[in-house]
């Protein structure tokens, strides 16, 4: 199984079937799990324009995004910046959501999303009706990142 993490410019770390190194792991591996696949058996690339993942480069460009379609069988997209947060600030919901169609055009049709970094309202209602216009089933996951109801992400999956 291939997930990407977009944003994120460090190397994931599995060590006692747990990761190590990421502050959204609690829901990270709940989605895992949610799925039924073994975290070992997960090939996490990480993607982010700073040094330090696996990957040096801009997850929100074309280039990459067509040089990985198809590829992932879950994106994860914790705490995005950059055009995410960007046309967010600008509240540009067209625009927000043909970058979200990119994003989702990396994944293999049987495949999980996990989306967060909600600043608007309006756009999580409408990121909801996307994915669930793309054939994906929301899932609500057994968890609460840092004790709280801080995290407004949306997981789903499409079997």
Not at 66 to 71: G, Y
Not at 79 to 92: E, F, K, R, V
Not at 130 to 158: H, M, P, W
């Amino acid at each position: 199984m291939n997930a990407l993490i977009l944003c994120h410019p460090k190397i994931i770390r599995i060590k006692n079937n747990k990761i190590q190194n990421h502050w959204y792991s609690e829901i990270i591996e709940s989605l895992i799990n949610f799925v039924g696949v073994n975290i070992n058996t997960i090939n996490f690339d990480t993607v982010d324009i700073l040094s330090g993942g696996t990957i040096i480069d801009d997850c929100f460009s074309k280039q990459f995004i067509d040089i990985n379609s198809c590829k992932y069988d879950m994106i994860i997209m914790p705490d995005c910046g950059g055009p995410w947060y960007d046309l967010q600030c600008q509240n540009n919901i067209n625009e927000l959501i043909k970058l979200l169609i990119m994003i989702i055009s990396m994944l293999k049709h049987k495949s999980s999303i996990l989306i967060d970094k909600f600043l608007c309202l309006n756009l999580r209602t409408c990121t909801i009706n996307l994915l669930k216009n793309l054939g994906f089933q929301l899932v609500n996951l057994e968890c609460d990142l840092f004790g709280t109801s801080y995290s407004n992400y949306i997981c789903a999956i499409r079997i």
